[in-house]
């Protein structure tokens, strides 16, 4: 993990496995406790990170090195997360149409995790850049 005093970010590197959902979610929560944050903003950014982070390694394509990379920035009154990975060839510049929040039926399994996002989140979105697709979302704190 990469963070400085100066630098309110953490940016680590998962392997892209489910697994590293939980590892990274456990670092996050350090962070937002040593951060003192209110218990129902905490909860927000851990849940919308998980979304993503989940996303990212269940549906997305890995970078080169076999790694999705995971950002945290906590700022006094908000929090901006982000979560990169390569665009997969087969799909290319159209990826970005992927990422629009569905409605799952009432007995879905699945198929939430972006209507979450978009509904806890100030705002979210999708870049492409250079072959990576990134998706950022950012929520503010009331004080």
Not at 36 to 61: I, M, P, W, Y
Not at 125 to 134: A, E, F, I, K
């Amino acid at each position: 993990m990469t963070t400085s005093d100066q630098d309110p970010c953490t940016r680590v590197h998962l392997w892209h496995d489910l697994t590293a959902v939980a590892d990274v979610r456990r670092a996050l929560v350090r962070d937002l406790e040593q951060a003192r944050l209110e218990r129902r903003a905490a909860e927000d950014v851990v849940l919308v990170f998980s979304e993503l982070v989940s996303n990212a390694v269940e549906h997305g394509t890995p970078h080169g090195c076999g790694h999705v990379e995971a950002t945290w920035c906590l700022f006094d009154g908000g929090a901006r997360l982000t979560v990169a990975g390569d665009v997969d060839p087969e799909v290319g510049d159209e990826v970005v149409d992927r990422f629009r929040p569905g409605q799952a039926s009432e007995f879905a399994a699945r198929g939430r995790g972006l209507a979450i996002v978009d509904h806890v989140c100030d705002q979210w979105g999708v870049d492409l850049d250079d072959g990576t697709v990134r998706v950022t979302a950012e929520l503010t704190f009331s004080s």
